[in-house]
C-alpha cells in the first residue's frame, strides 16, 4: 500500500473514532459477509440474506480459477475487445454456481441515473415485462434491457442484476413481504438519490415498509481511493444539507502525526492562493448510501456495508479507476425462490 493510501486511511479511521455519524465503519470488523466458493467462482453474500431460505443473491468478484491468469468478469469497458459469447457463458456459469439457472435474469443499460424498473414475468413472450416506476406511463416497456439504474420486484424466479467495476452494488430486501431491489449507484446516481428513490419505489409498488428492509451494500470504491473533482463536492453541497459528512480531505505533503486532524478541517478553510496546494477531495460513497438508506426510513441495524474497496483490492475485484476500460464487469444479483 502506498504512503499516501496510508495516510487517507489514517484520516478515515481517526474521523471515524470521534465521529458517531460514521459509525458504520466499526461494523467493518464485524463478519456481516462471506466468500463463497462453488464452480471455480468465488462471491460475496451478505450474511444476513444468507439466512433467507427463500432468497438467492451475490456479489461477484473477479476470482475465476476456469478462467486463467486474465478472468474477464460478466462484461467489458469499452475500450476492450469484447467477447459476448464469453462473457455470456461466465454469466450463466454464475447463475448456475448460486443455483438460479432457472430465473430470468432481469438487468439494465446503466446510465448513471435515478431511473427504477418493476420488473414481472410476461407470460406472453415467455420473458420479462419492465414498467417504469413513478411515470405517468401506464405502459409496460417489453425491452430486454431498458436504460435505468435499479429494478425491484416480488416475483419468484426472476433474477434481478446490476454490474459494477467500483460503482456501489446495493441490494434490498423486504423480508415480511419477500419483495427485492437491485441498486447500481456511482456518484452521479447517488446524487439523484437512486437509492433512496428505489427504498420509495418498493414501499409504492409492494407495501414495503422501510422498517422491513435489509440493505447490503456490496464492494465499491471507497474513500480511500476515490479522488473527485471540486465540482463532485459541489455538486452534493447544492443537494444535500449534510454533504460534508460525504467528503474526506487530504493535504499532499502533509505525513507528520498531526496530519489527521488538519485534514478534516480543510474542508472548512481552503488554502489561499499562492499558499500550500489544494488538498485532495475524497468522496464516501458508503455515507452516501447510509444517508439515504436512514432518510428513507431503514434502520441503521439492517444496514449491512462489505468491507472492501475495489480499487484497493484488485486482487478480489476488478476496479474501473485502477484498470481502466480493460476492468472486467462484477454483478449483483437477487432473486425469489420460487
Ligand atoms: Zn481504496
Redesign the pocket.
Known sequence: MCDH?KLVLRVQFTRAERSSSLCYIQRLATQAYQFVRRDGLEWLECTALSRLPWLIHGFSTRTDHKAGSRPRGFSLGHGASTNSRRIDRNRHRFYRALGAQAFLPASLRQIHSATVWHVVRNPKVSGLAYTPCGSALADTFLEIEPQGDAVITDEPGILLVVRVADCMPILLVDTRRRAAAAVHAGWRGALARIIEKSVGEMERTFGSKPADLTAAIGPS??S???EVGPEVADAFSGAFRNAHKFFQRDAPDETDGNSSMSASLLWLSKSPPGHSPEPKTYLDLAAVAFDQLNRAGVKGSRIHLADF?T??RTDHFFSYRKEGDRAGRMMAVIGIRA
Open positions: 493510501i470504491i471507497r480511500c481511493c476515490y474497496c480499487a484497493s
